[in-house]
Nanobody
Framework: QVQLVESGGGLVQPGGSLRLSCAASGFTFGSYHMSWHRQAPGKERGLVAVVTSDGGTTYADFVKGRFTISRDNAKNTVYLQMNSLKPEDTATYYC?????????WGQGTQVTVSS
């Protein structure tokens, strides 16, 4: 059974940091490209960052220099380190695994940036 379980979300003040984790099981994690997406209320879900199976990374312009995506294939886990958080980063964050036509989503973790 495939599972992607996100954790690490919460309430943080502007300028603060959070590290999200996404623990994967039920598929060959190391072969999949992993990504983080986010969805704010009333908005469409959008891409935040990608780490490919060989470790290459890509970021949305609005998080460049603030967020870092990484993966630990030994732990079947992908991370999103978020620094210098802004109120506009408030959203539900989802991880996704993709390999060719196969894709899986996690259930999401809420991040709220507010003073």
């Amino acid at each position: 059974q495939v599972q992607l379980v996100e954790s690490g979300g919460g309430l943080v003040q502007p300028g603060g940091s959070l590290r999200l984790s996404c623990a994967a099981s039920g598929f060959t994690f190391g072969s999949y490209h992993m990504s983080w997406h986010r969805q704010a209320p009333g908005k469409e879900r959008g891409l935040v960052a990608v780490v490919t199976s060989d470790g290459g990374t890509t970021y949305a312009d609005f998080v460049k220099g603030r967020f870092t995506i990484s993966r630990d294939n030994a732990k079947n886990t992908v991370y999103l380190q978020m620094n210098s958080l802004k109120p506009e980063d408030t959203a539900t964050y989802y991880c996704k695994a993709v390999l060719f036509r196969s894709s899986y989503w996690g259930q999401g973790t809420q991040v709220t940036v507010s003073s």
